[in-house]
């Protein structure tokens, strides 16, 4: 099998940029959500962890988990809700839903954002692909955005711009859009 080695030090991808892009506004404006986030990891360690799946993931996931590993505190949103999950639990989610559900696409999907029982996906290849679809799980397979790049631009801009804010009520804190 051959393997593309995603280097995210240097010059940044417009992945990285919306990424670090979304965590400058939640340090300013939910610190925790921010702190929840963990380091990423090396590209030998996701490939090691991503090794039994029956599927390639799309070299854009390499690139998000190399920034980050996802968020440690169930509570925590990275965007209206949804919460970026870690490398691990995402796994064990594939696999709950692969044998339990079974797949319906031919490679499978793989989740990288999760709330309650809905979750934004990437689709699964036979061989190395730069990106892919990320579909929304609710209910049905739809897809959301042409990639996970796409998709994370789109968030930042939504934060940028309030479209999605953090309203504070005396009695909870909302994430609204």
Do not use: H
Not at 17 to 24: E, H, S, T
Not at 91 to 98: I, N
């Amino acid at each position: 099998m051959l393997f593309i080695k995603v280097e995210i030090s240097g010059s940044m991808s417009l992945l990285t940029d919306a990424l670090d892009r979304i965590l400058n506004w939640l340090q300013q404006n939910k610190p925790s959500y921010a702190y929840s986030l963990q380091p990423g990891l090396a590209y030998e360690e996701i490939e090691e962890k991503v090794k039994n799946l029956s599927f390639r993931l799309p070299t854009e996931v390499y690139e998000l988990y190399q920034w980050r590993n996802g968020m440690i505190d169930d509570d925590s949103e990275f965007f209206y809700y949804y919460r970026f999950l870690p490398l691990e639990e995402a796994l064990q989610l594939e696999k709950v839903v692969s044998e339990n559900f079974g797949l319906s696409l031919p490679f499978g999907w793989f989740p990288i954002f999760y709330f309650e029982k809905e979750g934004f996906a990437v689709i699964g290849a036979e061989k190395n692909t730069e990106s892919s679809p990320v579909l929304n799980t609710y209910l049905s397979d739809d897809i959301r955005y042409t990639n996970l790049t796409n998709m994370i631009q789109c968030i930042a801009e939504c934060y940028e711009t309030n479209a999605y804010y953090i309203r504070v009520s005396a009695s909870q804190t909302l994430l609204t859009r």
